[in-house]
């Protein structure tokens, strides 16, 4: 199995607080992703990471934060928690090579009451 | 741009019946494709990729998916289901830098006894 730790892997808050998500790899993989993970939704990015400091958004980037300051952490902070970010977040790693998969981490699961 | 479309969020078949598990593509370039598999309160799991190798692409657990340009399909098969293939499956297309991944919406498999 490809070394992804998320941390919490649960974790609920209140609505307005802000919340931290962390990812960590042991893989040396360049990109780095964060996508959430709703009913009816499939996955959806974030925002992801193509190495230390560089970082671009993705389809349902509003409310979140992100940051990669070692190339083996990159977390995901939700500035003002609202309900509809109570969600399933997985982080992924790729190589960033020409046919190379995603590897993903086993999700945190964040509830916003 | 690249997307996926999976037919039938839910699909229920009998213990050692054929499992067929539909993904259609689009794809401005020559597509990657992926099939993952998620049990309950884990992550995404690899079961095969596309790479442009061979049409005909067989993964872990007895499953394989054929390729086919003509028609924009990759769709999944198994030939006998097993009660533990119960799961949710997502089609994934990435353009082959390794750099994005687009996810579908995924299908919940049953399996019934």
């Known amino acids: 199995d490809a070394g992804i730790t998320q941390s919490p892997r649960h974790k609920v808050t209140e609505t307005g607080t802000p919340v931290t998500l962390r990812c960590h790899q042991t893989e040396n993989h360049r990109y780095m992703y964060w996508y959430r993970q709703d009913p009816g939704h499939g996955l959806r990015l974030i925002h992801y990471s193509y190495g230390v400091k560089d970082t671009d958004k993705g389809e349902v980037s509003d409310g979140y934060s992100v940051s990669r300051s070692k190339t083996e952490d990159f977390l995901l902070t939700l500035e003002s928690a609202t309900s509809s970010q109570t969600s399933v977040y997985f982080c992924?790693?790729?190589?960033?090579?020409?046919?190379?998969?995603?590897?993903f981490g086993q999700g945190t699961r964040l509830t916003v009451v | 741009a690249q997307s996926v479309t999976q037919l039938g969020s839910h699909v229920s078949v009998s213990e050692g019946a054929l499992v067929l598990l539909r993904c259609n593509y689009s794809?401005?370039?020559?597509?990657?494709l992926f099939w993952y598999v998620q049990y309950p309160n884990q992550g995404l799991q690899l079961l095969l990729k596309y790479t442009s190798a061979a049409t005909l692409v067989k993964g872990i657990n007895g499953f394989e998916a054929e390729f086919k340009k003509s028609e924009t399909s990759f769709h999944l098969t198994k030939p006998s289901a097993h009660m533990s293939d119960a799961a949710e499956y997502f089609c994934?297309?990435?353009?082959?830098?390794?750099?994005?991944?687009?996810f579908g919406t995924g299908t919940s498999l049953t399996v019934i006894p």
């Open positions: 994934a297309v990435s353009d082959g830098s390794g750099n994005q991944f687009y």
């Open positions: 992924a790693i790729s190589a960033g090579l020409q046919n190379t998969e995603a590897f």
């Open positions: 794809s401005s370039v020559p597509p990657y």
